[in-house]
């Protein structure tokens, strides 16, 4: 098993900062990504950004320029900078951790979510 544990999240109002961390521990290998996902009320859950164990990054269009991803691979933790906060970021963000092996998925866990509300 994968645990994550999520910090950062809370009440800022727009146009602020946050930053999430998550820390992974247990089956936890080379040659992995860590992302972040959010899910607002009745909508489904999306990307956010995600980042490999290689420093690779990807990030939603809705974010680019606004949020950073980064990672401490000695820490085996993630972490999302957010910056110039919008309404339209308010959303439970969860932190995913993926194993790849040969190339290929292997496994794949879930934090617990942290809350993340903007107010105008």
């Known amino acids: 098993q994968v645990q994550l544990v999520e910090s950062g999240g809370g009440l800022v109002q727009a146009g602020g900062s946050l930053r999430l961390s998550c820390a992974a521990s247990?089956?936890?290998?080379?040659?992995?990504?860590m992302g972040w996902y959010r899910q607002a009320p009745g909508k489904q859950r999306d990307l956010v950004a995600t980042i490999t164990s290689g420093g690779s990054t990807n990030y939603a269009d809705s974010v680019k320029g606004r949020f950073t991803i980064s990672r401490d691979n000695a820490k085996n933790t993630v972490y999302l900078q957010m910056n110039s906060l919008e309404l339209e970021d308010t959303a439970a963000y969860y932190c995913?951790?993926?194993?790849?092996?040969?190339?290929?998925?292997?496994?794949?866990?879930w934090g617990q979510g942290t809350q993340v509300t903007v107010s105008s």
């Open positions: 247990g089956r936890i290998f080379s040659n992995n990504a």
């Open positions: 995913k951790y993926s194993q790849l092996r040969a190339g290929k998925l292997d496994y794949v866990y």
